[in-house]
């Protein structure tokens, strides 16, 4: 048995016992339907960017999707991972990363996320708030400054940088009215020189994985700079 024939294993289960086509698994995770039918199939080796984003659809976390694999192929083929040793092969890397992750960047801050994409802003809580973190959500810059100025202390704010009624530029300008301190990350496909941002900017570019989600919050956290913009 490989690697992806066992995650496909354990992901057919989950997205059965949830009562969820692929169509629906597809829709929930924003991936691919052939992907999710490849990854069932055992014909893909998944990301995890992509481990994440089936993990909250299918309302689990990626370390039970990770360690269920592993058992399966424990079982299956256990002359195999006998004889690998140290075994550095795709599980043992993500197990390396996923512990990575928990051991250095867990925290108890209040961050408010914004981003009009409902799906991500859940999935982004989902993540943090697995990481210790307070999350508030906002659906746009408007409901985001609102939202500021009703709730806090709010340590840092994630925010895509394009979105409806209120962008994240002009959002966070405001808010910095509200708090000269506040601390921003924001997300986009743009690079920091077209944002026309200057000192400690935090950007994080479109796609990300978790990985980078968490480090670029922790360094936003502890910097003791906040960003600024050209008028």
């Known amino acids: 048995m490989t690697i992806e024939e066992a995650f496909g294993i354990v992901v057919r289960r989950l997205r059965r016992e949830r009562n969820l086509s692929q169509d629906k698994l597809s829709m929930s995770s924003c991936l691919d339907r052939k992907f999710i039918s490849n990854i ?8 995890l960017v992509s481990i ?3 993990a909250s659809a299918l309302n689990t976390s990626a370390s039970s999707i990770i360690y269920e694999t592993e058992f399966i192929l424990k079982i299956n083929t256990p002359d195999r991972l006998r004889t690998e040793g140290s075994r550095i092969d795709w599980i043992s890397s993500m197990e390396i990363m996923m512990n ?13 996320i914004v981003d009009d994409e409902r ?19 906002a659906e746009d810059g408007q409901d985001a400054l609102e939202k500021y100025k009703e709730n806090g202390p709010i340590h840092l704010v994630v925010m895509d940088v394009v979105m409806p ?3 994240g530029i ?14 921003a990350v924001f997300m986009s496909g743009y690079r920091p020189d ?9 950007l994080i570019q479109k796609p990300f994985s978790p990985v980078e989600m968490i480090k670029a919050i922790r360094s936003a956290l502890e910097s003791d700079s906040e960003p600024t913009f050209e008028a």
Not at 127 to 135: C, D, I, N, R, T
């Open 100 to 112: 990575k992750i928990n051991n250095s960047y867990q925290g108890s801050e209040t961050i408010l």
């Open 119 to 137: 799906q991500l802003r859940e999935m982004l809580s989902d993540f943090l708030a697995s990481y210790g973190y307070k999350v508030i959500t």
């Open 40 to 47: 069932e199939g055992g014909k893909q080796q998944p990301s």
């Open 194 to 202: 077209h944002l026309h941002a200057k000192e400690d900017f935090h």
């Open 165 to 167: 009624r209120k962008d």
């Open 52 to 54: 994440f984003a089936l």
């Open 170 to 183: 002009s959002c966070f300008k405001e808010i910095k009215k509200v708090n000269p301190r506040a601390k």
